[in-house]
Structures are given as C-alpha cells and as structure tokens.
C-alpha cells in the first residue's frame, strides 16, 4: 500500500508582528516565523518578505553531523561543507546549490548555527529562476524567539521533526 502524505500545507501570518506565523495541516497548528518583511506578492531579491502563493517541497537537505536524517516522503540531500545556495542575480546559477568556493554572492548551507540542520526547499522562483525574482526560499529551523528570517518559513526542530515524515513529492505550501 503506497504512503499517504500530506497535500497541503498552510502558512498565515498571526498577531500584530509581521514575520509571525503559523502553519496548519491535518489538525495540526505549529507556530513559524516568517520574512521580516511580513508577505509579499512581489518578491523581489533581498526585499526580508516571504512570497505568498502555492509551491511545492522540492528536497530536504539535512547535516548529517547534527543528528540521523528523518524519515520522510520527499527526496533527501546531505549538506556538505563546500555546499553553498546563489543569491547573486547576475549568476547563471542564480536560485541554484552551488560548490564553494563560489566567485558570485551565495550562501553557505554548513553554518555554524543550527539553521539549516534541517532545511526544506520551497520551489519558489525556480522553474526557471527569474533573475532578482528571490532566491533561497526554505523551510529551515527557528531562530530562538521566532525571530524574522530573510523571506523563509522557519520551525523549531521538534516540529520539523514530527513534520517530515507526514511530506512527500505532492506535498505543497501555501504561503499567505
């Protein structure tokens, strides 16, 4: 009997703060925090927002020094030291992984903090990526406090943990 996953995920903002959020899914409510530009129809590079609208889950990426990968539905890559993510919209490799050294502006995916431990990517801008249209938009671990992220939906680890195994290639998000 195949798996059944989840279809969809929603993600609304809460409260007076714009970058509070909130994903709901199969009787499930788990707090998020959302861009430090709130949410944003127009996402443009840089602009703190998280896109609204409908994407899929694409991959989870995982550090495999930081604990054993989850189970879960969707496709599973490691995170590597020399893995990084270009943000520079004048790259080809724009909204892309990349392997560092990288010459144009990236992000590094093996960061000291505990961020991207775990990091789901939105498929957001990337069917083809629209140069300065957004890039790096993921599902990653929660800064102590909910704090803003750059335009990501963030969680704290024991909700992502209890998350991924009900995501699978069908599963989207709905931003907004």
């Known amino acids: 009997m ?16 714009r970058h509070a959020g909130l994903l709901s899914t199969d009787g499930l409510a788990i707090p998020c925090a959302l861009g430090r ?35 879960t539905g969707l496709d599973i890559e490691t995170i590597t030291p020399d893995l990084g993510w270009c943000d520079d919209p004048q790259s080809g490799f724009y909204n892309r992984p990349v392997l560092l050294p990288f010459a144009a502006r990236h992000e590094r995916m093996w960061r000291d903090d505990h961020l ?16 300065g249209f957004g890039s790096a938009i993921f599902m990653h671990l929660a800064k102590p ?12 680890r024991a909700d992502m943990i209890r998350l991924l195994p009900r995501l699978g290639p069908e599963t989207v998000i709905a931003i907004g």
């Open 2 to 17: 195949a798996r059944r996953y989840l279809r969809r995920l929603r993600v609304h903002k809460t409260g007076p703060d």
């Open 145 to 156: 406090g909910f704090r803003p992220t750059e335009g990501c939906v963030a969680l704290r």
């Open 37 to 71: 530009g709130g949410i944003t129809t127009t996402k443009r590079e840089g602009d703190g927002a998280s896109p609204r609208g409908e994407f899929p889950l694409r991959k989870l990426y995982f550090r495999p020094d930081r604990g054993p990968v989850p189970p």
């Open 116 to 131: 991207y431990d775990l990091v789901i990517v939105i498929g957001h801008n990337d069917a083809p990526p629209r140069k």
